[in-house]
C-alpha cells in the first residue's frame, strides 16, 4: 500500500493549459477577479469559474468576495515556489505571434515574483550584491540560503532597508531562486521583497498595470548603475 502524498492529484490540477495559465497569472501575489483571469486564458467566464472552483478546493487558490465579484489569489508562499521551480525546467514556450513575443520579451526582462523582482533585472540585483560582497554564496552545497556579510548588513541600512526578523520566524532572510526565464538565480526570501518595496519607494521601477512586468524607470537606471555598477 501507497503511503507516500498523492501528489497526482496536485499534478493533474495544475496540468489543464487554462489552470496553468491562472496560476502563473497571480504569481506576483495580486488577487484578479474571475473575468479578468478569463480574459487571460481566452476562456468564457463559465469555463474559468469551474476551473477556479477546482483550484480553490485543491487548496492552490483562495477566493474573497467582494461584492458581486469574487477574487483569485495563490493560496500561499510555497504555492507559488512550486509553480516557479516547474516553470524553470520547463520546456521554452513555442512563439507564435508578434503580441506574444513582447509580452515574453518584457517578462522575461523584469517581473514580479509573489513579492520579489525576477527576470533580467532581477538577476543583475542578486548577481551585484554577491559580486560587491554583501551577499555571500551558502556554505553548504545543499543549502538555498545566501548569507548577508555584515558589509552587506550596513549597506542595506543605508539603503534604507533593515533586516529584523520576528522571534521564532522561519523566514528565509536571502533565498536563491532558479529563474525560469534566464535559468539563473534570483533572490527571494524576506531581503527580496524588501528589495522591492525599497526599488518602488524610490520611484526606480513600476509594475504595468495588469501584467508581472516592471519598467525601469529613467531615475532607476542612474541609481542602479551608482549604487550597484547595473546596466540596463
Known amino acids: 500500500m501507497n503511503v507516500y502524498p498523492n501528489i497526482t492529484v496536485i499534478a493533474s490540477l495544475i496540468a489543464d493549459p487554462s489552470r496553468a495559465i491562472f496560476l502563473s497569472a497571480l504569481l506576483d501575489g495580486r488577487a484578479l477577479p474571475a473575468g479578468e483571469l478569463a480574459h487571460m486564458a481566452s476562456v468564457t467566464p463559465q ?3 469551474s476551473h477556479l472552483a477546482k483550484l480553490v478546493e485543491g487548496g492552490l487558490l483562495e477566493v474573497e468576495q467582494q461584492g458581486r465579484h469574487r477574487y483569485y489569489r495563490l493560496a500561499n508562499k510555497e504555492i507559488a515556489n512550486l509553480i516557479e521551480s516547474m516553470a524553470s525546467i520547463a520546456p521554452p514556450v513555442q512563439i507564435r505571434s508578434l503580441k506574444q513575443s ?3 520579451q518584457q ?3 523584469a517581473r514580479t515574483c509573489y513579492g520579489h523582482l525576477a527576470g533580467k533585472l532581477g538577476i543583475s540585483l ?5 559580486q560587491k560582497g554583501y551577499l555571500a554564496e551558502p ?3 545543499h543549502s538555498k540560503d545566501y548569507q548577508v556579510t555584515e558589509e552587506g548588513r550596513q549597506w542595506f541600512t543605508t539603503f534604507g532597508i533593515e533586516l529584523q526578523m520576528k522571534p521564532g520566524s522561519r523566514r528565509a532572510i536571502a533565498r536563491k531562486c532558479l529563474d ?5 538565480h534570483h533572490l527571494s526570501g524576506m531581503l527580496g521583497e524588501q528589495l522591492r518595496h525599497r526599488l518602488s519607494e524610490l520611484d526606480w521601477i513600476r509594475q504595468k498595470t495588469g ?6 524607470t529613467e531615475a532607476g537606471k542612474k541609481g542602479l548603475y551608482e549604487m550597484l555598477s547595473i546596466s540596463l
Open 47 to 49: 469555463t474559468a469559474s
Open 102 to 104: 513582447d509580452q515574453l
Open 107 to 109: 517578462l522575461s526582462h
Open 126 to 130: 542578486c548577481e551585484a550584491l554577491v
Open 139 to 141: 556554505e553548504e552545497a
Open 180 to 184: 525560469w526565464s534566464e535559468r539563473r
Open 211 to 216: 501584467s508581472r512586468s516592471v519598467e525601469v
